[in-house]
């Protein structure tokens, strides 16, 4: 598969008025992806997840600025584009699907308005085949009786609806990337279940690349190749999700997947103790270090970069290193 978007050392900041403040909601993030691949961005609110699609699609709030690192799509640098070039990309080449869809969806206009207007917009699409167009797209996310649902208003339908009308309105204009930010967060469990079936026919049908923003590791497993565990706006491990699930190398990413319910069993569920960082007032070395309890001297102090476990597979953790010591040392033992 041919890669489709590479960020590399990604850095995304906050200011203050007057700039006395900065807030680092990404601090230096690289992650791949490939055509028809999907990665999950999981981790604590507040970690950078959003603010790391938003730099992506370039709809940052204005207090917002990428302060260094690149994104890459398509053999195309974004973080040089201009709003007007940004505009043409947006809806046609990556579209985003938000968690509330009544921030997505306009109550004075029909179903059918919204869905129409980004292949109009993008494709040049007009008249019957526009309205076919329509039609094919609200079938492909399971609306029934399409030609009578696009004359409706969102207040017309449910929450699980409407959601699938978003859906709609982001395949319209024909993306190679669909960012999803917590798309069923709102939704209850079944509907929740037949929503990320329709994403995946879709995926499967278009051969559209995902980035899956979610706290839920069961979506993760369910719709994911690949993972990218973020906190204090870095991705401390990233690597398949088979790995990550099976043998987890950082205490957060065995924090989160130990606090995850299973069925069959009657164990506790792990509770991270404390509390995120405030992300203006990081404290020194690995930002995890106050909650983790295998946390050493040199995690308070220094910084770890990323340490390889292997092909496609890192973890930013200083007990990599002693890990993969203990093993050498057992090993010639």
């Not at 130990?258 to 506790?268: A, D, Q, Y």
């Not at 308070?300 to 990599?320: F, G, H, M, S, Y």
């Amino acid at each position: 598969m041919a890669q489709l978007l590479r960020v590399s050392d990604l850095r995304t900041h906050y200011f203050s008025f007057g700039g006395a403040r900065v807030v680092k909601a990404v601090d230096g993030i690289s992650f791949t992806l490939n055509e028809g691949e999907t990665i999950g961005l999981v981790g604590e609110s507040g970690c950078g997840k959003t603010t790391t699609c938003l730099s992506v699609v370039g709809l940052l709030p204005p207090a917002a600025r990428i302060v260094g690192g690149g994104i890459e799509f398509a053999g195309e640098e974004l973080t040089t584009k201009r709003p007007r070039e940004m505009r043409r990309i947006r809806g046609r080449r990556i579209a985003m699907i938000l968690q509330d869809p009544m921030a997505s969806l306009n109550p004075l206009f029909s179903i059918y308005t919204q869905v129409a207007e980004p292949a109009f917009y993008h494709l040049g699409t007009r008249g019957r085949s526009l309205r076919q167009r329509v039609q094919e797209l609200l079938r492909a996310v399971r609306i029934s009786s399409p030609t009578v649902r696009m004359r409706e208003y969102p207040h017309q339908m449910s929450g699980g609806m409407r959601q699938r009308v978003v859906g709609a309105i982001a395949m319209a204009g024909g993306p190679k990337l669909i960012i999803a930010d917590e798309p069923t967060t709102n939704l209850d469990v079944t509907i929740q279940a037949q929503y990320l079936d329709v994403l995946k026919e879709i995926q499967q049908a278009s051969g559209v690349a995902l980035i899956f923003v979610t706290h839920n590791l069961g979506i993760v497993a369910k719709m994911c190749d690949k993972m990218a565990v973020m906190y204090a706006g870095k991705i401390v491990e990233q690597g398949a999700v088979r790995d990550l699930f099976r043998a987890a190398k950082h205490p957060y990413t065995q924090a989160l997947l130990g606090s995850m319910p299973k069925l069959g069993t009657k164990e506790p569920l792990y509770a991270i103790p404390g509390q995120p960082p405030n992300l203006a007032q990081l404290p020194s070395g690995c930002a995890f270090h106050p909650r983790c309890a295998r946390a050493m001297t040199q995690c308070q102090t220094q910084q770890p970069d990323d340490r390889r476990i292997a092909e496609n597979w890192v973890a930013k953790c200083w007990l990599v290193d002693h890990q993969a010591k203990e093993q050498y040392v057992s090993a010639i033992a």
